[in-house]
């Protein structure tokens, strides 16, 4: 089985949703490691959680607000291949070091520069990963997108439903898609019946 575009999910945090994302053939497990953060992942569940899934790359998920040395901080974490980090600056500097990268940004901040951010990420050879808080994404915002998403790899993070998740990749052209997880409510349990009702949406018929 395959997807029809790429998918990312987010802040991993329990063997449910990583077993559930490996199982459906995302492209990437993110797990936030930014101490402090209600999600973060010590570097022992991240071995527990890891250790039963295969076939999947793995991201470390960075905030500037933590002040992270990201390369210190991944040596606790064997088998991350992609670093996800808010600050372009960061991300250059990360730029030779062997991660695959990916910028994350508000769609509002780069609204009406869409070609020179673009032309940034593609010569970088960093993947864009746009959020958004408004819900559903207005026109506006589908115009960025598309404009992005012909001069960069675009990952869209904001405003994905069961309805409305193949017209966007086909109306916007973006790469993929980033998805998020949940807690369980014991260990074991909790509800996929959103993100399953997205990725059953992707999936390719054989």
Not at 105 to 131: F, K, Q, S, W, Y
Not at 165 to 185: A, F, K, Q
């Amino acid at each position: 089985m395959a997807l029809k575009t790429f998918v990312k999910l987010n802040s991993i945090s329990n063997l449910t949703d990583a077993r559930y994302g490996a199982g459906m053939y995302v492209n990437l497990l993110g797990f936030d490691l930014n101490r402090g953060s209600e999600n973060f992942i010590s570097p022992e569940t991240f071995k527990e959680i890891t250790g039963w899934v295969s076939g999947v790359d793995l991201v470390g998920q960075f905030t500037y607000k933590s002040e992270p040395d990201i390369l210190q901080v991944l040596r606790e974490y064997p088998g991350i291949t992609w670093v996800e980090f808010d600050r372009i600056d960061g991300l250059k500097v990360l730029a030779g070091s062997g991660y695959n990268l990916i910028y994350k940004i508000p769609l509002l901040e780069i609204r009406h520069i869409e070609l020179e951010v673009a032309d940034g990420m593609a010569n970088a050879e960093i993947i864009l990963h746009v959020t958004s808080d408004q819900q559903p994404l207005s026109l506006e915002d589908l115009e960025t997108l598309a404009i992005l998403s012909k001069n960069c790899k675009v990952i869209l993070g904001s405003g994905i439903t069961k309805d409305n998740i193949l017209d966007l990749i086909e109306n916007t052209g973006i790469y993929g898609i980033s998805l998020s997880g949940g807690e369980e409510t014991k260990p074991g349990l909790k509800d996929l019946n959103e993100l399953a009702d997205i990725l059953e949406k992707l999936e390719i018929e054989e």
